[in-house]
């Protein structure tokens, strides 16, 4: 855990989840503390589960054992009588609204507008009222970079401004967490760039970040704290400078000498 | 040959009342049924794919049965059949102003159910060919079902729902003619009776297929620009790219085919 985050409260608190697609296992007990204002990168080979883990926090996947909770509330379940049953879908929304996500294929409405994409959420689910939802969405694009864009479709904007858009439509809802799942992997090379950009802007500010990616230089500048997760289990967390240079485990020295020398 | 071409533009172009009447009530009956119809499809297509059994299970056998009979028995066994068994009886009801007639009432409901099955189905492929990123991104966001159903994937499934829906509405004005058997005077019945006076079978029935040709062609038009206006979100772009039909096989909205 980086020094400087040590005395801060947890914002997301993993403790033996697990979790089976049928026969196959993909998490196979998970623990992992993230506090306020830290950025952790997860990096790992695909079917590892680090995409699947994410998913989990903000319940889009369900789990079959351990627990997740996020400032503090248990994430998609209710305890009844000392069982973990599944929570209403009135409050497992209710829980999202404090995580955001940022998808690998965006996901943005395509029929609505950018400016519409980032409002939607605060005026139908948080209920503030359209004017200042609209003042807050204009503020979000500008800064993005995208503040002359707010009337443009999603088919009409670059795949990395499309990117951004999703991004200001999850901090449109004031999220506690961002998570992040290969942000950047859909994206063209010289459209990178800018949407890690958006991303370091954001992690100076003190969000607090959960990066699935395979970006290493984002991970070596911004991280406080990098993950390995291999064949469903975290298997090194360590911050960047010890992960990049001296890491413990195997398999994350095979992985980065592979990742390192596929991109130099 | 006997054919009276007098005759035929007689009743072509100055339709007596009967005829008028009868044009009146295919009309607002397709209206009428097709609305309600796609309505209760609606939520017969959200049934069918809810994850919950009790919901999905009399969908699928109501989707079935109602697709897979004749809609001229459904018609007959709603209006006679009932009555026969003394299950219901259709009444005249009277709304002071208007009185709206037993049979017609029958005919719309059968029309409706009839029509509800299909649209179940077209609403269903609609609602599926919408990706499913959508639903977790709206999910993301702490949108409920009902919110984001209405907000964000209705609105991209009318997309595909809504060329299929003009072909029903068009195969609508047509089956209102079997509406004639349980004795409501919609246009065809109303040539019947005209004919049983007139004797002009041929030139009558030519003046009624006159009529529903005009019908339909008339409705082609508003289907065109119905779909002009849901088939596109966005007007400025689409000309661009590739055309209407082969995006929306692609799937729209993902951003490998948008570049």
Known sequence: ?264 | MNFEWSFFWGYLLRPSAVYLNGLWLTLSISVIAQGLGTLMGLFIALARMSRFRVLQVPARIYIWAFRGTPLLVQIVFIYTGLAAADIYRFEDINFGFATLPANMQAGILALTLNEAAYMAEIIRAGIASVNKGQTEASKSLGMTYPLFMRRIILPQAARVVVPPLGNEFNGMLKNTTLLSVIGVPELLLATQMVTSVTFRVFELYLVVACYYLTLTTLWGFVQQRLEARFGEPNAVTSRKRAPAGLRRLLGFGQPGELK
């Open chain 1, 1 to 264: 855990m980086s020094d400087e985050h040590s005395a801060s409260p947890a914002i997301v608190t993993a403790r033996g989840v697990e979790k089976r697609f049928g026969e196959l296992q993909v998490l196979k007990g998970i623990d992992l503390t993230v506090r306020k204002g830290e950025v952790v990168v997860i990096v790992g080979a695909s079917g590892s589960g680090k995409t699947t883990f994410i998913r989990c926090i903000n319940h889009l996947e369900t789990i079959e054992k351990g627990r997740i909770e996020v400032n503090g509330h248990l994430i998609g379940y209710r305890e009844r009588n000392g069982r973990l049953v599944e929570d209403s879908e009135r409050n497992i929304a209710r829980q999202r609204c404090e995580i955001g996500m940022v998808f690998q294929l965006f996901n943005l409405f395509p029929h609505l507008t950018a400016l519409e994409n980032v409002i939607e959420a605060p005026i139908h689910v948080r209920k503030i009222p359209r004017e200042e939802a609209i003042r807050t969405g204009r503020a979000l694009l500008a800064r993005v970079g995208l503040a002359e864009k707010t009337n443009a479709y999603p088919s009409q904007l670059s795949g990395g401004q499309q990117q951004r858009v999703a991004i200001a439509r999850a901090l449109a809802m004031r999220p506690a967490l961002m998570l992040f799942d290969e942000p950047t992997s859909a994206l063209d090379p010289e459209m990178i760039g800018e949407v890690l950009d958006v991303m370091k802007e954001l992690a100076r500010e003190g969000m607090t970040m959960i990066v699935v990616s395979h970006e290493m230089g984002f991970a070596r500048e911004v991280a406080n704290r990098v993950i390995m997760m291999h064949d469903g289990r975290i298997v090194e967390d360590a911050p960047p400078e010890r992960f990049f240079t001296a890491p413990a485990h195997e398999r994350t020295a095979a992985f980065l000498s592979r990742v390192i020398n596929k991109h130099p």
